[in-house]
């Protein structure tokens, strides 16, 4: 198990495509208030997928979205912003080449890049044994 900022990283001799017995994104999306009203898109892209063919794509509706309560004005300079976080597990999810994992959200006409995990094997000039969690070996 792990929490990954740039790169997903496995030894140099672990071959694609892999399968992991889960794969988790958690994933935010911002936006002030009242600028968009059309529906949003959130789509997730593996290693390998066509640009118009994401591996998942989570629809939401604006009608479903809760208009948020504010309790206080706000100064001239601020602005309204909500936000709708996706937690998605994927279990047993294969893996079929190197590349970036990219997770976009579609409003209207507007793309947003929410992010991007590289996922790839070791260079081999590069030492990652102190980056992997120590193997525990089973308990009987």
């Known amino acids: 198990m792990g929490t990954y900022q740039a790169d997903m990283i496995f030894p140099a001799d672990q071959n694609f495509p892999l399968t992991l017995p889960k794969f988790c994104i958690l994933i935010k999306y911002y936006e002030i208030l009242n600028v968009f009203t059309d529906d ?64 976009r959200a579609v409003c209207g006409s507007t793309t947003t890049n929410l992010g991007s995990l590289m996922v790839r094997k070791a260079r081999p000039d590069e030492n990652i044994e102190g980056l992997l969690p120590p193997q525990v070996p089973p308990t009987s």
Not at 64 to 85: C, G, H, K, S
Request: net charge negative; no cysteine.
């Open 40 to 103: 949003i898109i959130v789509s997730v892209f593996f290693p390998g997928d066509a640009k118009d063919a994401p591996t998942l794509a989570l629809p939401i509706p604006r009608a479903n979205l809760a208009q948020p309560a504010f309790p206080y004005p706000l100064d001239d300079d601020q602005e309204r912003v909500f936000n709708v976080t996706l937690p998605i597990a994927l279990a047993h999810h294969t893996i079929n080449q190197e590349g970036f994992v990219k997770v």
